[in-house]
């Protein structure tokens, strides 16, 4: 009885009678659930493209990051350094199509997934070698990101904002939604849906798979230095961020591997379940359920929805 | 089919492509050895043989699928060793498929737009903002590609994901899409295989009317012989990847080496 009153009242009471502490967890959620949105766009995006599943997505979030604090360490402005890294991306876009998806073309899937992986310690090797294994601190300040916090007073308590958890908000959801326009209704868009149907179809109608695949991995990049530095300026630049990648798995399962819009709702969920979860259901189970709810959440809706929220039902005739 | 005075000599031009000595092997295999043709503006051209005569290679390596280790192709007067399917599609050869590779996902629409890829070249920026010359663009290929899609007949499945088609609507789609790039030579990997006698009617129509309408000239592979006889301005015959026999239906049918190929005879 009391494990009930525990599980199905004693939350909402909390929540009723301490709304700001409510406000509170759901906007902690929320920017953690636009961060996870960002990482999982950068895995769709790749996906919908090439049919991979990039396990290199979250080595480059640290190497776009490592690459950014790198530059300005050796002397370089903050605001020439994020041009460069960009600039780093796209080269990075250009090798990978050049020296491994190309000479890959048409092999089965799960050898462009181990290649993936070799491009993971590949990248390792190097951002230690360039870069040194100690930790960074993010250049936030330089690159005129806010520091602080906001306190707005609701319900007759407050919640606190972080500044840059409001600039991360904002730069993400402008991102994510720009590029969500760009890939739903553009001919690029169209392109990479084709390519992502079938390839020879793709190239019978003149699209470039390699073009398309440059213009995939450097948006991907792009968007790996987006989280690193909203990430990074959270804690620090390090290698250990490389597995906050593996949280956008849940996002992935719960949004479908093929749905940008659904990685932002998936996100979203995700953060925001997490948040909900650890702070009112948590202490029932001792704490640090933040660590698993979301992979709980997403085997719930690998069981009932295999697809994913807005995944790409397959449809077929027999 | 055509008016005496509309003979088919009228029509044709002078060579669009052609293909010499290609040998293609794959490892050990060889599936083409030696075999020299050509394509005039304007004709129908088949290409028949049994099974496994390379057929379906020959149309990969002139559209760049398969790079073949001999021989030359020459297109608009443009003398490669090999095609990439990226010039391919930018010269002006389409192509649909022997078992029909459509966009699944989309619909009918957008796979027949998809053909237009080529010929759209507004920039990123406005395409982002859908706005001036983006809309305009979009707008235009639009209105062409709904002359397509009553050209097929299929006005009222333009909004079905073609995964849901009957399989003789997703060769109309196909063709749609090929037809879309506006190509100069549109080659057909076998478009009525598995289709009933109405259907293939119909295709056949329409191949005529690209044919005569587009002037489109159409490299056919085709397993149904009296298809063929009817269509075609001329045949190459092709068996274990050499070629047999070339020249009119009437001088095929009666060739000597092409009927023992298809009946088979003791060697």
């Known amino acids: 009885m009391n494990i009930l009153y525990a599980i199905f009242i004693d939350p909402f009471v909390q929540m009723g009678t301490a709304p700001d502490l409510l406000v509170q967890t759901l906007w902690d959620g929320l920017v953690?659930?636009?961060l996870y949105a960002l990482i999982a766009l950068g895995f769709v995006l790749i996906f919908k493209a090439s049919g991979v599943f990039n396990f290199a997505q979250g080595i480059m979030v640290v190497f776009a990051a490592l690459t950014l604090v790198g530059l300005h360490e050796k002397g370089v402005p903050a605001y020439i350094a994020l041009a460069i890294t960009v600039a780093v991306m796209f080269?990075?876009?250009?090798?990978?199509?050049?020296?491994?998806?190309?000479?890959?073309?048409?092999?089965?899937?799960?050898?462009?997934?181990?290649?993936?992986?070799?491009?993971?310690?590949?990248?390792?090797?190097?951002?230690?070698?360039?870069?040194?294994?100690?930790?960074?601190?993010?250049?936030?300040?330089?690159?005129?990101?806010?520091?602080?916090?906001?306190?707005?007073?609701?319900?007759?308590?407050?919640?606190?904002?972080?500044?840059?958890?409001?600039?991360?908000?904002?730069?993400?959801?402008?991102?994510?939604?720009?590029?969500?326009?760009?890939?739903?209704?553009?001919?690029?868009?169209?392109?990479?849906?084709?390519?992502?149907?079938?390839?020879?179809?793709a190239l019978s109608v003149g699209i470039s798979l390699e073009q398309i695949w440059v213009i995939v991995w450097f948006a991907a990049g792009v968007v790996a230095l987006a989280t690193g530095i909203m990430w990074g300026a959270r804690s620090e630049v390090s290698f250990a961020l490389q597995i906050i990648a593996l949280k956008a798995l849940p996002v992935l399962i719960l949004g479908g591997f093929t749905s940008i819009p659904g990685a932002i709702v998936g996100g979203l969920i995700i953060g925001i379940g997490e948040k909900l979860g650890e702070f009112y259901w948590g202490p029932l189970l001792g704490s640090g359920i933040e660590s698993w709810l979301a992979y709980f959440i997403a085997l719930l809706f690998l069981l009932y929805r295999p697809q994913g929220l807005f995944g790409e039902k397959i449809i077929e005739r027999i | 089919m055509r008016a005496p005075d509309d003979s088919p000599k009228a029509r044709i031009g002078d060579v669009l492509l052609s293909v010499?000595?290609?040998?293609?092997?794959?490892?050990?295999?060889?599936?083409?050895?030696?075999?020299?043709?050509?394509?005039?503006?304007?004709?129908?051209?088949?290409?028949i043989g049994p099974n496994g005569a390379g057929k379906t290679s020959m149309l990969n390596v002139i559209n760049g699928f398969y790079h073949p280790q001999q021989g030359r192709i020459t297109f608009k007067g443009q003398t490669r060793s090999r095609m990439r399917p990226y010039e391919a599609a930018t010269g002006g050869i389409a192509r649909t498929f022997q078992n029909?590779?459509?966009?699944?996902?989309?619909?009918?629409?957008?796979?027949?737009?998809?053909?237009?890829?080529?010929?759209?070249?507004?920039?990123?920026?406005?395409?982002?903002?859908?706005?001036?010359?983006?809309?305009?663009?979009?707008?235009?290929?639009?209105?062409?590609?709904?002359?397509?899609?009553?050209?097929?007949?299929?006005?009222?499945?333009?909004?079905?994901?073609?995964?849901?088609?009957?399989?003789?609507?997703?060769?109309?789609?196909?063709?749609?899409?090929?037809?879309?790039?506006?190509?100069?030579?549109?080659?057909l990997d076998e478009p009525m295989a598995g289709m009933n006698l109405e259907e293939k009617e119909d295709m056949s129509r329409f191949i005529l009317d690209v044919n005569e309408y587009y002037g489109t000239t159409i490299a056919l592979i085709e397993h149904d012989m009296g298809v063929v006889m009817d269509l075609s301005d001329r045949v190459v015959v092709l068996d274990h990847g050499e070629k047999i026999a070339d020249g009119t239906p009437d001088e095929v049918k009666r060739n000597q080496a092409v009927i023992d190929a298809y009946l088979g005879v003791a060697h």
Do not use: C
Not at chain 1, 178 to 195: H, S
């Open chain 2, 100 to 187: 029909v590779a459509l966009f699944r996902g989309m619909s009918a629409l957008d796979n027949i737009m998809a053909g237009r890829t080529l010929k759209m070249n507004v920039n990123f920026f406005w395409q982002l903002f859908r706005h001036g010359p983006a809309v305009r663009e979009e707008v235009e290929h639009r209105r062409f590609v709904e002359e397509i899609i009553d050209f097929l007949k299929i006005q009222d499945i333009r909004r079905t994901p073609v995964g849901r088609l009957p399989y003789g609507l997703q060769k109309r789609v196909e063709l749609g899409r090929a037809l879309a790039m506006q190509p100069e030579l549109l080659l």
């Open chain 1, 91 to 201: 080269g990075l876009a250009v090798g990978v199509e050049r020296l491994m998806l190309r000479p890959l073309v048409n092999q089965p899937d799960i050898i462009l997934f181990m290649a993936t992986f070799g491009l993971t310690y590949f990248l390792i090797g190097l951002g230690e070698l360039v870069f040194g294994g100690n930790p960074k601190v993010m250049i936030a300040t330089e690159l005129g990101l806010p520091k602080g916090t906001i306190d707005v007073n609701m319900f007759g308590g407050f919640v606190s904002l972080q500044k840059i958890d409001i600039a991360a908000t904002v730069i993400a959801s402008v991102m994510v939604a720009t590029l969500a326009v760009f890939f739903q209704k553009t001919r690029v868009g169209r392109a990479l849906r084709a390519v992502a149907d079938s390839h020879k179809a």
């Open chain 1, 32 to 34: 953690a659930g636009v």
């Open chain 2, 20 to 47: 010499e000595e290609v040998s293609l092997a794959f490892g050990g295999v060889k599936a083409i050895s030696g075999v020299s043709f050509d394509i005039r503006q304007g004709e129908i051209r088949a290409i």
